[in-house]
């Protein structure tokens, strides 16, 4: 059964941290390309980082470029999402996202609110 678990979501205040978190299982989890995606009230979803299957590569949304990164592990089948100086127009559910080829899987979503 696939899984893509978030977590590290939560209320911080502008100019804070947080870091989530996205284990996986079910399907190879290292072969796949990953991306974190966010969705606030009201607007569409957002693509915010993206990272190959072994890692090499990321690519970042203009919005977060600079204080988003995201990286993986793949001993742990985890990959992960650094946030830093947020504001609260981050504020939103993000999603993890597994690729390769034309197999697409989900998460259930973590929110994150910034505010004060």
């Known amino acids: 059964q696939v899984q893509l678990v978030e977590s590290g979501g939560g209320l911080v205040q502008p100019g804070g941290s947080l870091r989530l978190s996205c284990v996986a299982s079910?399907?190879?989890?290292?072969?796949?390309?990953m991306s974190w995606y966010r969705q606030a009230p009201g607007k569409e979803r957002e693509k915010v980082a993206y990272?190959?299957?072994?890692?090499?590569?990321?690519i970042y949304a203009d919005s977060v470029k600079g204080r988003f990164t995201i990286s993986r592990d793949n001993a742990k089948n985890t990959v992960y999402l650094q946030m830093n100086t947020l504001n609260p127009e981050d504020t939103a559910v993000y999603y993890c996202?597994?690729?390769?080829?034309?197999?697409?899987?989900r998460g259930q979503g973590t929110q994150v609110t910034v505010s004060s």
């Open positions: 996202n597994a690729r390769r080829l034309n197999n697409v899987f």
């Open positions: 079910g399907f190879p989890f290292s072969s796949y390309a």
């Open positions: 990272i190959t299957s072994v890692g090499d590569v990321t």
